[in-house]
């Protein structure tokens, strides 16, 4: 998990207008999103710059079910 | 018909669009179907089926699979960095309507670090809140873009230094001043006094701003204005050059994030001054921008 989470902190320096108020490498896979200060727009800036990283398609609507930073890095690892 | 979506999502009073704006996009459109949003996060779906998009800057991002879009209006000074990677795809236009009012308050600061105003705590009598002045007559500045904004920045500055200097990718500058690319950096930094970022964000800039060499050549008394964006450097770079060298000064109307925390790190620089990026707010800015609009949108109709 601690690559992913390495892996995710890269893509997140990448991303114009999403600004963390914790170190992802600080916290439990458990944390909420909103805990890091990602809303519902945070969430989608950040599923495009996962994908835009990997240079996949996929549907926007599997961000609307991300509710941890646990939910996010599955998607990385599922990927 | 094609349907134009005006984002009027701000929360700040001042920066919700008046209703004379609004009427202007009305009789600028008047063959389009205006849907005028209020919330981002429960209207969302006008901004992905929208034709083109009236704005204050917001992430690219949100305009994925959006498959109708054709231009973009951003009530901005700068493209940000998310639609500056997509203007093949769309038409991107911002506004210059904050020009004089940034590039004063450019001047503003660059004065106040002049004048060695420290953080001003009480309303008190006590020469200790200064330091000891320069006097821009005896002093060097260097504008760092050349831009609407920094164009503007020389012509009111012109009068009062020693020496104007740019640091541009341009081969040229305005008359009355030295330019110097940014192979030159080195050169630009020699002897410099003060300096004045007012330069687009762009992956270019990044790559400039975020190298190790930057902070190098800056002089150790060097007095910093940023009015160009907050995440244009590493702040804990920033914060390590100010830190080192307590004669220098930085003052900046922008920060990353804004509004910027109470715990953030540059509140720890007894020699660094933020305004809550201020500059281009002014009286007349929103009669400014419907003038705009009616002119540089014309054509879109």
């Known amino acids: 998990m601690s690559t992913l989470k390495k892996k995710l902190k890269e893509i997140i320096k990448t991303i114009d207008d999403l600004y963390l108020n914790k170190d992802i490498l600080d916290v439990a896979e458990d944390t909420l999103l909103k805990e890091l200060g990602i809303d519902s727009l945070g969430r989608i800036n950040l599923f495009y710059g996962i994908i835009d990283h990997f240079g996949i398609e996929v549907d926007e609507k599997i961000a609307s079910e991300w509710k941890t930073l646990g939910d996010v890095l599955d998607f990385i690892e599922d990927l | ?301």
């Open chain 2, 1 to 301: 018909m094609k349907k134009l979506t005006v984002m009027n999502v701000a929360q700040q009073e001042f920066w919700k669009m008046p209703h004379t704006f609004i009427d202007a996009i009305y009789e600028t459109f008047p063959d389009w179907k205006i849907q005028v949003i209020t919330s981002l996060e429960s209207e969302i779906e006008h901004i992905k089926d929208a034709h083109a998009i009236i704005s204050s800057p917001f992430s690219a991002s949100l305009v994925r699979g959006n498959k109708n879009l054709e231009w973009v209006h951003l009530l901005s000074a700068q493209v940000p960095l998310s639609w500056q990677k997509l203007q093949n795809q769309y038409m991107v236009t911002n506004s210059s309507a904050t020009r004089d009012a940034v590039a004063e308050h450019a001047l503003y600061l660059a004065l106040k670090g002049l004048r060695g105003e420290k953080s001003y705590q009480d309303k008190s009598w006590n020469q200790e809140h200064f330091r000891i002045s320069k006097v821009a007559s005896e002093c060097r500045l260097g504008i760092v873009g050349f831009g609407n904004i920094g164009e503007r920045i020389s012509t009111i500055t012109n009068p009062i230094f020693q020496e104007i200097r740019f640091l541009t990718n341009r081969s040229f500058s305005p008359d009355g001043t030295i330019h110097y690319n940014y192979e030159q950096m080195k050169d630009f930094f020699e002897g410099l006094d003060v300096m004045i970022l007012a330069t687009n964000h762009s992956v270019r800039s990044a790559e400039i701003f975020h190298q190790k060499d930057f902070f190098e050549y800056l002089p150790p008394d060097i007095i910093m204005v940023n009015i160009a964006r907050g995440e244009i450097f590493e702040e804990k770079d920033l914060f390590d050059f100010f830190h080192r060298h307590p004669n220098a000064f930085y003052l900046t109307d922008v920060t990353y994030p804004e509004p910027y925390p109470k715990d953030g790190l540059l509140y720890q620089l007894p020699n660094g001054y933020i305004s809550p990026h201020i500059g281009g707010k002014f009286n007349t800015l929103w009669s400014k921008l419907e003038k705009e609009l009616r002119v540089l949108l014309k054509d879109r109709k």
